[in-house]
């Protein structure tokens, strides 16, 4: 089993930053990639950046490449999620996935909110 959980969500306006942080507990040796996933209302939940257990390896979504940068601190069971230069579109629920054989444990989710 592992358990995640994320922070860092909140209200931000257009062109601004946050950064959002996933802690990972429980079979880490088991996790074999973490990701980053968003759900706007009305939407289906989409990959917005992944990296693998060893961070050398990343993926993005094309409408966050160049704005978004995700990166992990082994020492620290974390992964985070630099977001830079936000847009209104980029409202959503975030959730930190850890992809663990077939499964995916899902945190909690945290808000973002990109407005004037």
């Known amino acids: 089993q592992v358990q995640v959980v994320e922070s860092g969500g909140g209200l931000v306006q257009p062109g601004g930053s946050l950064r959002l942080s996933c802690v990972a507990s429980?079979?880490?040796?088991?996790?074999?990639?973490m990701g980053w996933y968003r759900q706007a209302p009305g939407k289906q939940r989409e990959l917005v950046a992944l990296?693998?257990?060893?961070?050398?390896?990343?993926n993005y979504a094309d409408s966050v490449k160049g704005r978004f940068t995700i990166s992990r601190d082994n020492a620290k069971n974390t992964v985070y999620l630099q977001m830079n230069s936000l847009k209104p579109e980029d409202t959503a629920v975030y959730f930190c996935?850890?992809?663990?054989?077939?499964?995916?444990?899902w945190g909690q989710g945290t808000q973002v909110t990109v407005s004037s």
């Open positions: 429980g079979s880490i040796s088991s996790i074999a990639a």
């Open positions: 996935g850890a992809h663990s054989g077939a499964i995916v444990y």
């Open positions: 990296v693998i257990s060893t961070g050398s390896i990343t």
